[in-house]
C-alpha cells in the first residue's frame, strides 16, 4: 500500500537472470556471443545446446497472465517454460530493440514510443523513424537512424545464419533496417505467410541457424478492443493453432521454438483517461510534450516549474499515477544494470509519470487524432510486465 492509502501491484524488471535480457544472453551465448549480461535461469545451456537452429517467436502483447486467462490447455499453454520480465518500460520499442540488439534500453536508448532525441532536437516516433509531428523520415533528411539507437544488432555476433521474419509493411522500414543488419530479412503479409515465412528461413540454412520472427497482431487487436475481448481470444485461438501446425512440422529436426512477447497488456477504460489539454497549468511545466508512453510518460521540465509540478502531480493526480525522479529510477537499475552514458539522460525525461491500475495520459499534437486505447502497455502492473517463456522441439 502506498502512502496515499492506493494498493498497487508493481513489478520491477528484471536484468540479473529472469528478464528478456537474459533470454538474449542465452540465445546469444549458443551461437557464441557475450552480450555481457547473465543467461536466463529457467532456460538451461545444454537444451539450447542440442538444437543447431533456434526460432524466436515474439507475439506481441502475449503478456503472462493473457496466456493463463486466455490459452489454458492450448498448445502454447502446454509448452510452458516459466515467465520473465519486460525491460522498463514494459513497451514494444523498447522490447523489440532488445530483441534486436540484445542489450537493456540502458544501451541502446529506445525508452518509448515517443523517443526525445536531442542530437536531432526532435520528438521521434522511433519505431516509424520520423518526428512526432509527421513529415519526412530521419532518413530522408539525412539522418541515420542506426547511429541513434546506440547499440548494434546482434546478428552478425552470432556464428549462425539469421534471419528476420517480420511483416511486409516493417521490413523495408529505416527502424527494420536499422536493427536487422546481418541478417536476412523476409517479409509476409499473413499469418500463414509469417509461419511460411519461419519454414523458408529453417529449410535455406543448412548448419547453425538463428530466426527471429515477429508477430504484431495480437497487440493491435488489444489495443482496440481490450485484452479481454472475444475479438483478442479468437485471434490468441487462430494463433495457436497455427503455431502448433509450424513446430509440428519440424519435430525431431534439431530445431528449438521459443514463443515469448515483448509485453503484456492492461485494460484502460475511458473513465481513467487523463488528458494533459485539461490540466493547462501543468502542460505549462513542459518544455516538450509528453514523451514515452501514455502508461509511463516523460516530463521534460522548465527548470523553474518543477517544484509546482511535483506539488501539482501530488496534490491533483495521485490517484491516477506516480511522480518519479530520473535519478531515482536510473540509480535503482530500471532500464538496466550499470551506470548510465551521458546521453541516456536526454533519453528519459526530469520526471517520470507511472500510471496507475488502468490509468492512461495524452496530450496532443495539433495534427494529431485524439482517440484512446482500450488496453495499454509500458506500465509495472503484472499484465504488464510479466511475458512468457514457451518451448517446443
Keep these: 500500500m502506498t502512502a496515499d492509502g492506493i494498493v498497487e501491484k508493481r513489478i520491477r524488471p528484471d536484468y540479473l537472470g529472469g528478464g528478456i535480457v537474459n533470454l538474449m544472453a542465452s540465445i546469444a551465448a549458443r551461437f557464441g556471443h557475450r552480450t555481457g549480461h547473465r543467461k536466463l535461469g529457467i532456460l538451461p545451456d545444454l537444451m539450447l545446446w542440442r538444437y543447431k537452429k533456434i526460432v524466436l517467436i515474439v507475439l506481441d502483447g502475449l503478456g503472462w497472465s493473457f496466456l493463463d486467462q486466455q490459452g489454458p ?67 530522408e ?71 527471429s520472427a515477429y508477430w504484431p497482431q495480437l497487440d493491435e487487436i488489444c489495443h482496440s478492443h481490450g485484452a479481454g475481448s472475444r475479438q483478442a481470444r479468437d485471434h490468441f485461438l487462430e494463433l495457436d493453432a497455427a ?17 515469448t512477447a515483448d509485453h503484456g497488456l492492461a485494460d484502460t477504460p475511458p473513465g481513467r483517461f487523463i488528458d494533459l489539454g485539461r490540466h493547462p497549468r501543468l502542460a505549462q511545466c513542459l518544455s516538450l510534450p509528453l514523451c514515452g508512453e501514455p502508461r509511463l510518460a516523460y516530463c521534460y521540465t522548465h527548470p523553474d516549474r518543477a517544484a509546482f509540478l511535483r506539488n501539482y502531480v501530488r496534490t491533483r493526480l495521485s490517484r491516477a499515477c506516480r511522480l ?70
Design 324 to 393: 518519479y525522479d530520473r535519478r531515482y529510477l536510473l540509480e535503482r537499475g530500471y532500464y538496466g544494470p550499470g551506470k548510465p552514458k551521458p546521453w541516456f539522460h536526454h533519453r528519459v525525461g526530469d520526471y517520470v509519470l507511472a500510471m496507475r491500475d488502468g490509468w492512461t495520459i495524452r496530450d496532443f499534437l495539433p495534427n494529431e487524432e485524439r482517440s484512446m486505447l482500450a488496453a495499454g502497455h509500458g506500465g509495472m502492473t503484472p499484465e504488464e510486465m510479466l511475458v512468457p517463456l514457451i518451448t517446443a522441439g
Design 141 to 211: 533528411s539525412g539522418a541515420d537512424l542506426s547511429q541513434l539507437i546506440k547499440a548494434p544488432p546482434i546478428f552478425g555476433k552470432l556464428r549462425a545464419d539469421c534471419y528476420v521474419v517480420t511483416p511486409a509493411e516493417i521490413a523495408r522500414s529505416e527502424f527494420a533496417v536499422a536493427t536487422s543488419s546481418g541478417a536476412v530479412c523476409l517479409g509476409y503479409q499473413s499469418l500463414t505467410g509469417f509461419c511460411l515465412g519461419i519454414r523458408r528461413a529453417l529449410e535455406s540454412a543448412e548448419g547453425p541457424c538463428y530466426v
Design 73 to 139: 490447455g492450448g498448445f502454447l499453454a502446454r509448452g510452458l517454460a516459466g515467465r520473465m520480465t519486460s525491460v522498463f518500460p514494459s513497451t514494444t520499442a523498447s522490447a523489440v530493440t532488445t530483441f534486436a540488439t540484445g542489450v537493456p534500453p540502458i544501451e541502446h536508448g529506445v525508452t518509448g514510443w515517443f523517443t526525445h532525441l536531442r542530437e536531432l532536437g526532435s520528438v521521434a516516433k522511433i519505431l516509424f523513424s520520423r518526428p512526432r509531428h509527421g513529415g519526412a523520415g530521419y532518413g
Design 243 to 259: 503455431l502448433e501446425r509450424l513446430c509440428g512440422r519440424f519435430s525431431g529436426s534439431g530445431v528449438l521454438f521459443l514463443v
